[in-house]
């Protein structure tokens, strides 16, 4: 009678097994290394400064004394103070006509520098050279030019360049929303740049077999697929929209009046001319809120990337 010796479990199986999960722990460890100098320096550079302002908030100093405890006098200050909310509209339109003036300027810019032809890497280079220059230098140079004595009008003999562009407010706004998008267009049109040259060639070469059109083709292939390019361009323009100070600061210093006084401006004028450190710590955490509310309800309405991904396979 044979018997039949139960089966031997192996040991490779165990050992593989071993050696991938402990492969695995080193991975992430490795990982988890070259992430924590990145992780400090947002800790000391970012969260600190933001709770030290948080704390501010609660407190009546003047920038040089010795700093006083105040409770929520500063929040029930600010927030019935009807300045704030003032600022808070010319935030909000600069923001929302910013916006409409550049995201459809930089997308169709960036669809043409998208192309392979030469003389398109030359304009790129050109289309960059406003980002480059300081905000406080271009505030000077255009409010030379624009002045209605000395400026460009009045040198050229032009009537429609002969106007009060900055005494005006309506004039003002324009004036601070053409700026800012000259200056910060080409920064957005390379992004569309670089998102349109990772669409598939073959989605084009379909669509033309089909008999679309140029325009066609833009509508139905170029901005659905740059969706989440638009919601990174867009949120970039909102948030920075909050903190514009140093162009508007030298431009216009929020006037004429306070029609060009934006929440950054005012936090300026609280803190360091007024000596209300408190009050600008106020103002502080609420640019930060609203820029945090913005960013995450952009993120909200572009959906979920993974989800798109999974579509798509």
């Not at 935030?91 to 032809?117: C, D, H, K, N, Y």
């Amino acid at each position: 009678m044979t018997v039949t010796a139960p089966p031997v479990a192996s040991s490779t199986g165990r050992r593989l097994s071993f050696h991938s999960g402990s492969t695995r722990v080193g991975r992430s460890g490795a990982v988890a290394w070259m992430v924590l100098p990145a992780l400090v320096m947002f800790v000391v550079f970012g969260i600190v400064p933001l709770v030290g302002v948080f704390v501010l908030s609660f407190t009546k100093w003047d920038g040089l004394g010795p700093i006083h405890p105040a409770g929520v006098a500063n929040w029930q200050v600010a927030l019935r103070d009807p300045g704030l909310y003032h600022a808070l509209w010319v935030t909000f339109e600069i923001m929302i006509l910013s916006w409409l003036v550049q995201t459809p300027m930089s997308l169709l810019l960036g669809v043409f520098l998208a192309g392979r032809q030469r003389y398109r890497a030359f304009l790129a280079v050109l289309f960059f050279i406003p980002l480059l220059l300081s905000s406080a230098a271009i505030a000077i140079t255009y409010k030379a030019l624009l002045d209605p004595n000395f400026g460009l009008g009045p040198g050229l003999h032009l009537s429609l360049l002969t106007q009060d562009w900055l005494g005006q407010a309506n004039l003002a706004i324009a004036v601070i929303i053409f700026i800012v998008s000259w200056q910060f267009i080409p920064f957005h049109s390379l992004i569309y740049q670089g998102g349109v040259r990772q669409i598939p060639v073959s989605m084009y070469e379909a669509a033309a077999i089909d008999g679309a059109g140029r325009v066609r083709q833009f509508f139905s292939i170029t901005v659905p697929q740059l969706k989440y390019t638009i919601i990174t361009s867009s949120t970039l323009m909102v948030v920075g929209s909050l903190t514009f100070f140093d162009l508007i600061f030298v431009l216009t210093a929020g006037g004429p009046g306070d029609s060009t006084r934006v929440l950054a401006l005012l936090m300026y004028q609280q803190g360091f001319m007024s000596n209300q450190m408190g009050l600008a710590s106020v103002i502080a955490v609420v640019i930060v809120v609203l820029g945090l509310l913005l960013a995450l309800l952009l993120r909200k309405l572009g959906g979920s990337t993974t989800a798109s991904q999974m579509e798509g396979m």
